[in-house]
């Protein structure tokens, strides 16, 4: 009789833990600045391309002559000269010399710019549109170097264009409330598809005018007193910087798949006091 009453409070503790509802698991808040896939991606090709630098010396400067972006290659004068790649290289050294970089501190410096502003982009984006948009800003960054520098024999390399662009398309939305560059945002995802502001609206914002004033300023600095980095001297090609900030400012809602339409008002942090 002992042993069955022993059993029964723990009888009916079992039948009140069966009978409590099952809480619903928490959804996981994704981080900010967690990587997507794409710029995940993004970054192992520079990543891995940059081990061009373990070549025989007379191989990896033959890959940036190939590569590279050479505006002499366009000159059709009579002192143009034959470049290695030939007719190719004139096509695609407009998007290849974005994936090479000089050395490990010119790729870091890339890079870490690349992950605030690139990884809201990627997710707003997708993979497919995300690296359509980074070779054409590198192509819009080539242009504005070929503009300015129509013999020059350097080849330009580097991916600051492209990184140039992903900073002028996230401004478009990076300021507006939820956003990550707000107050007030939500997770990753959430923060990465607020509805953009018009290009039109965007120029009035005082936030997104005080972070041109910055952008530009900084670039004028870098080109005006002709300062260099990385350890060998590299000079920054600081036109095809605005020509890929141009580029991403200018057609970004080309590429943006984040509906305007049917959606509430984008709601501007610059009225906050």
Do not use: C
């Amino acid at each position: 009789m002992g042993g069955n009453r022993s059993r029964e409070p723990l009888a009916s503790g079992f039948e009140l833990l069966e009978s409590l509802p099952e809480m619903p698991p928490e959804s996981p808040r994704e981080p900010i600045l967690t990587l997507p896939g794409a710029l995940t991606a993004y970054v192992l090709v520079l990543a891995v391309i940059h081990l061009r630098v373990l070549l025989p010396p007379e191989l990896e400067n033959w890959t940036i002559d190939v590569f590279g972006f050479i505006p002499k290659r366009y000159d059709s004068t009579l002192l143009a000269i034959d470049f290695p790649g030939g007719t190719g290289a004139k096509v695609w050294s407009f998007v290849t010399y974005s994936l090479l970089h000089a050395n490990l501190s010119h790729i870091a410096f890339n890079v870490l710019w690349l992950l605030p502003f690139g990884s809201a982009l990627a997710r707003r984006f997708g993979a497919i549109r995300f690296f359509l948009f980074m070779a054409v800003t590198a192509v819009a960054g080539a242009l504005a170097h070929l503009v300015t520098h129509e013999h020059a024999i350097a080849p330009m390399i580097g991916a600051s264009a492209s990184v140039s662009g992903t900073m002028a398309a996230a401004i478009r939305f990076a300021f507006v409330q939820g956003s990550f560059l707000s107050f007030s945002r939500g997770d990753a995802d959430a923060a990465a598809t607020v509805p953009a502001l018009s290009l039109t609206r965007a120029l009035r914002n005082p936030r997104v005018l005080a972070f041109l004033a910055v952008w530009f300023g900084v670039n004028i600095v870098f080109g005006v007193g002709s300062i260099a980095i990385g350890a060998d001297g590299a000079m920054v090609a600081w036109q095809a910087h605005i020509g890929g900030f141009f580029a991403g400012l200018l057609l970004f809602s080309l590429f943006d798949p984040v509906p305007r339409a049917g959606v509430a008002p984008a709601q501007d942090l610059s009225r906050r006091g």
